[in-house]
């Protein structure tokens, strides 16, 4: 049993912030952010793809509620919403989650995008007519 399910059943303890009929958060015991927080359904699923329509409405909702949470309770300013999908994404727990980092002004957390790759840029219609065709 992976380690996200072994939270969820209470096996393994966890700073648990947020809990509901389908999904369950806590907080991120490698936080990168203050309050760096976990969602996380409580059936197993590997990636966001591989979910069923159920408990993908109750994960974002929980997002949602979670995100609310963090504004009300400690004045986050913003927050960064990521989820990681497959191990070439950088996934590491191959259970679905999703990071909700709390964001402040001048916080200094170095949160960036990818730069621009002009190289795909220049691909576009080729890359949409692979999707799309
Ligand atoms: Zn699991």
Redesign the pocket.
């Known amino acids: ?5 072994k939270i ?1 059943n209470g096996e393994v303890p966890a700073y648990k912030v947020y809990e509901d009929e389908k999904t369950v958060a806590f907080l991120d015991i490698f936080p990168r952010a203050y309050a760096h927080t976990l969602v ?1 359904p409580k059936k ?1 699923f590997e990636t966001i793809d591989e979910m069923d329509e159920e408990y993908l409405a109750a994960l974002i909702k929980s997002v949602k509620n979670v995100a609310k949470l963090l504004k009300e309770k400690l004045n986050a300013e913003g927050y960064n919403i990521v989820s990681n999908n497959g191990r070439a994404s950088g996934q590491e ?3 679905v989650h999703i990071h909700i980092l709390p964001r402040f002004e001048n916080d200094n957390i170095k949160f960036e995008f990818p730069d621009v790759i002009e190289e795909y840029k220049e691909k576009l219609e080729e890359i949409h007519r692979k999707i799309v065709g």
């Open positions: 049993m992976c380690i996200f399910c969820v996380v197993h727990v191959m259970h």
